[in-house]
């Protein structure tokens, strides 16, 4: 049998803001995916020890919690890259090349949908229509968008984004 | 200051050429801004269901129903004094449907105003925006734009310093399309997984927590200040057509200059897509278009001139939707655009009824197979069948039969490129489309 994860602590900012979503809500009851949300803005993802911790300080049964985790697909249940590009695979974005888009990231950076660079800076998720559809093919990354996307600008971004993170480390 | 009558553009008024970003509260109310807000105020909530109701306010969410019939079915006061929850859905995730975010972008307080009025005409003192974890700048815009409302009270305790009151709450969701539906999206609220709920009881009756609720798309309730200001007549003066009022009307694909533009309800589709889209790429024709999202039925270019409205666009056979164009043109494979469809829809399913979960991976699997030249003759028949079997009628919501939509049509439409793929042994498009998207 493996170990059970460590139950991680929750921070008092945490805490706070989670308590903060609290006052907008007649029961307890919507304050998980608020949680989820919380913990991971801090975070990154959302880890098993964390999801026990929150599930342990909202007194919910930890598979409760979990079932609401893995149905949301901006809930990272594992690991991912400090920059998460979120490529547009729909309709539009389709009709006017994001797949070339997508094939290009694959070639500057060896990774595809789902998958993070090995120095941890890039995770690739395809994503939903993102509602900028004059601009196809977009893509966003943290919270900015990328509009028209074609391989000067995918590779300008990964550069400026790689840069960004080399000179903080 | 007077509003003047001659005004045709609503929805966008505020918003100038040339900036970014949100029209301030101050320009707001310059504007005439929550001037509506104080004329409902002074009217019986009844009178306001049925001021908008004989306007023709229809649901631009999509689905187009009468907004004061859909208000009128809220108990009224002397029936039940509970709370009551109005519900701004937010939740624009239709592939290709572009219009919402641009409205919460830039006029946050033509929104919330709308929700004010909203919320008076049904009895709500709390509000809940329910907005798609993927708008960040629409969440800290709306943010501020409810903060600056309640310092001014125009929000929150004693608005205008009356009576009234409305908590307005943000909830920022974290994906998953289905939380659009409005009972999936009340599931979502009350902190449960975005599944549908049967109907009856209606959301009318019995939503949030059990109590009254009302849920409007945002362009619907951005409808409500000047509706209330200039009255129905001008809103039905708005419309070319049958249908009342203005519309956000958007082009994307291989046009010149595709966009959002607010026209009146009824332009014909052609002038949306010669006109303001500037027509079609140098090199490239028009095959078809999804009139108004990806869960709508194709239409052709004989279908060109239709009117853009609820009534024309439904007996073409169509849904106007979200009036927002996806144009397909002749150098995109039309069985890769149903396929692109057919995913998104497959795995957006919420997975609680059959058709949709087991029908939806079984379309996307045939029609893999028909792109990558292994398709067979039977093949069209099991996707008619699997379209007739997601059909309306047949589950627990619209989005397997939304999915189906696209589906069924394109197989009318575009036959004979499913059946080039299937005599052929691969796609006659492949030279110009780039190779499927890679999936996880």
Same mark, same amino acid.
């Given at each position: 049998?493996?170990?059970?994860?460590?139950?991680?602590?929750?921070?008092?900012?945490?805490?706070?803001?989670?308590?903060?979503?609290?006052?907008?809500?007649?029961?307890?009851?919507?304050?998980?995916?608020?949680?989820?949300?919380?913990?991971?803005?801090?975070?990154?993802?959302?880890?098993?020890?964390?999801?026990?911790?929150?599930?342990?300080?909202?007194?919910?049964?930890?598979?409760?919690?979990?079932?609401?985790?893995?149905?949301?697909?901006?809930?990272?249940?594992?690991?991912?890259?400090?920059?998460?590009?979120?490529?547009?695979?729909?309709?539009?974005?389709?009709?006017?090349?994001?797949?070339?888009?997508?094939?290009?990231?694959?070639?500057?950076?060896?990774?595809?949908?789902?998958?993070?660079?090995?120095?941890?800076?890039?995770?690739?998720?395809?994503?939903?229509?993102?509602?900028?559809?004059?601009?196809?093919?977009?893509?966003?990354?943290?919270?900015?968008?990328?509009?028209?996307?074609?391989?000067?600008?995918?590779?300008?971004?990964?550069?400026?984004?790689?840069?960004?993170?080399?000179?903080?480390? | 200051?007077?509003?003047?009558?001659?005004?045709?553009?609503?929805?966008?008024?505020?918003?100038?050429?040339?900036?970014?970003?949100?029209?301030?509260?101050?320009?707001?109310?310059?504007?005439?801004?929550?001037?509506?807000?104080?004329?409902?105020?002074?009217?019986?909530?009844?009178?306001?269901?049925?001021?908008?109701?004989?306007?023709?306010?229809?649901?631009?969410?999509?689905?187009?129903?009468?907004?004061?019939?859909?208000?009128?079915?809220?108990?009224?006061?002397?029936?039940?004094?509970?709370?009551?929850?109005?519900?701004?859905?937010?939740?624009?995730?239709?592939?290709?449907?572009?219009?919402?975010?641009?409205?919460?972008?830039?006029?946050?307080?033509?929104?919330?105003?709308?929700?004010?009025?909203?919320?008076?005409?049904?009895?709500?003192?709390?509000?809940?925006?329910?907005?798609?974890?993927?708008?960040?700048?629409?969440?800290?815009?709306?943010?501020?734009?409810?903060?600056?409302?309640?310092?001014?009270?125009?929000?929150?305790?004693?608005?205008?310093?009356?009576?009234?009151?409305?908590?307005?709450?943000?909830?920022?969701?974290?994906?998953?399309?289905?939380?659009?539906?409005?009972?999936?999206?009340?599931?979502?609220?009350?902190?449960?997984?975005?599944?549908?709920?049967?109907?009856?009881?209606?959301? =009318?009756?019995?939503?949030?927590?059990?109590?009254?609720?009302?849920?409007?798309?945002?362009?619907?309730?951005?409808?409500?200040?000047?509706?209330?200001?200039?009255?129905?007549?001008?809103?039905?003066?708005?419309?070319?057509?049958?249908?009342?009022?203005?519309?956000?009307?958007?082009?994307?694909?291989?046009?010149?200059?595709?966009?959002?533009?607010?026209?009146?309800?009824?332009?014909?589709?052609?002038?949306?897509?010669?006109?303001?889209?500037?027509?079609?790429?140098?090199?490239?024709?028009?095959?078809?278009?999804?009139?108004?999202?990806?869960?709508?039925?194709?239409?052709?270019?004989?279908?060109?001139?239709?009117?853009?409205?609820?009534?024309?666009?439904?007996?073409?056979?169509?849904?106007?939707?979200?009036?927002?164009?996806?144009?397909?043109?002749?150098?995109?494979?039309?069985?890769?655009?149903?396929?692109?469809?057919?995913?998104?829809?497959?795995?957006?399913?919420?997975?609680?009824?059959?058709?949709?979960?087991?029908?939806?991976?079984?379309?996307?699997?045939?029609?893999?197979?028909?792109? =990558?030249?292994?398709?067979?003759?039977?093949?069209?028949?099991?996707?008619?069948?699997?379209?007739?079997?997601?059909?309306?009628?047949?589950?627990?919501?619209?989005?397997?039969?939304?999915?189906?939509?696209?589906?069924?049509?394109?197989?009318?439409?575009?036959?004979?490129?499913?059946?080039?793929?299937?005599? =052929?042994?691969?796609?006659?498009?492949?030279?110009?489309?780039?190779?499927?998207?890679?999936?996880?």
């Amino acid at each position: 049998m493996p170990e059970p994860p460590p139950i991680q602590q929750l921070s008092a900012d945490e805490i706070a803001e989670i308590e903060h979503e609290a006052a907008a809500y007649p029961t307890r009851q919507p304050l998980g995916l608020e949680a989820l949300r919380i913990v991971q803005q801090y975070r990154g993802w959302v880890s098993d020890g964390a999801l026990q911790a929150l599930a342990h300080y909202l007194k919910v049964p930890v598979a409760e919690l979990d079932s609401l985790a893995t149905y949301y697909q901006l809930i990272f249940r594992q690991p991912v890259g400090r920059e998460v590009m979120l490529l547009c695979n729909s309709a539009s974005c389709w009709v006017m090349g994001c797949s070339r888009v997508q094939k290009h990231i694959r070639q500057q950076l060896n990774i595809g949908p789902g998958e993070t660079t090995a120095d941890g800076i890039f995770t690739l998720l395809e994503t939903p229509c993102l509602g900028d559809c004059d601009k196809a093919p977009v893509m966003m990354v943290g919270t900015e968008m990328h509009r028209q996307l074609d391989s000067e600008k995918i590779d300008a971004l990964i550069r400026a984004l790689r840069e960004r993170h080399h000179s903080e480390d | 200051m007077r509003i003047d009558t001659s005004l045709r553009t609503p929805l966008t008024k505020n918003i100038r050429a040339g900036t970014s970003g949100a029209v301030p509260l101050d320009d707001y109310r310059k504007n005439g801004g929550y001037r509506g807000l104080q004329k409902a105020l002074t009217m019986p909530p009844r009178d306001i269901s049925k001021l908008v109701q004989d306007a023709g306010l229809r649901g631009r969410g999509g689905a187009g129903f009468n907004t004061g019939l859909k208000w009128s079915f809220v108990p009224s006061q002397e029936d039940y004094s509970g709370q009551r929850y109005l519900v701004c859905n937010a939740d624009e995730m239709e592939p290709g449907a572009f219009k919402d975010r641009y409205l919460l972008e830039r006029d946050p307080h033509l929104l919330l105003e709308g929700m004010a009025i909203a919320a008076r005409a049904i009895g709500a003192t709390r509000a809940y925006i329910f907005l798609r974890g993927e708008y960040p700048l629409a969440a800290e815009r709306l943010r501020s734009a409810i903060a600056e409302a309640e310092s001014a009270s125009l929000l929150g305790p004693g608005v205008f310093g009356g009576k009234f009151s409305l908590q307005v709450h943000l909830h920022r969701s974290a994906g998953n399309y289905i939380c659009g539906e409005e009972t999936a999206l009340l599931n979502a609220l009350e902190g449960k997984r975005a599944i549908p709920r049967a109907k009856p009881p209606f959301p =009318q009756v019995s939503g949030l927590w059990g109590c009254p609720t009302v849920v409007n798309n945002v362009e619907t309730l951005c409808n409500l200040p000047h509706l209330l200001m200039l009255g129905a007549e001008w809103y039905r003066s708005l419309g070319r057509g049958k249908n009342a009022g203005s519309k956000l009307f958007g082009v994307s694909g291989r046009v010149k200059t595709p966009g959002l533009w607010e026209l009146p309800m009824g332009t014909p589709i052609r002038e949306i897509v010669e006109q303001c889209g500037g027509g079609m790429q140098p090199g490239y024709q028009l095959r078809g278009l999804l009139p108004g999202g990806g869960s709508t039925d194709f239409l052709g270019p004989q279908h060109l001139d239709l009117a853009m409205d609820y009534d024309v666009i439904g007996k073409a056979g169509s849904r106007m939707g979200t009036g927002t164009i996806l144009v397909l043109d002749d150098k995109t494979c039309p069985v890769g655009l149903v396929l692109n469809l057919q995913r998104f829809f497959a795995r957006e399913s919420c997975g609680w009824c059959t058709p949709c979960r087991d029908g939806l991976p079984w379309v996307v699997d045939i029609l893999e197979r028909i792109e =990558q030249g292994h398709g067979k003759k039977q093949d069209l028949d099991l996707l008619q069948e699997l379209a007739h079997r997601m059909g309306p009628g047949k589950t627990f919501c619209a989005l397997a039969p939304g999915a189906a939509e696209p589906l069924e049509s394109s197989l009318n439409l575009f036959l004979a490129d499913y059946v080039a793929h299937i005599e =052929q042994g691969s796609c006659p498009y492949a030279q110009n489309t780039a190779p499927l998207m890679e999936t996880i």
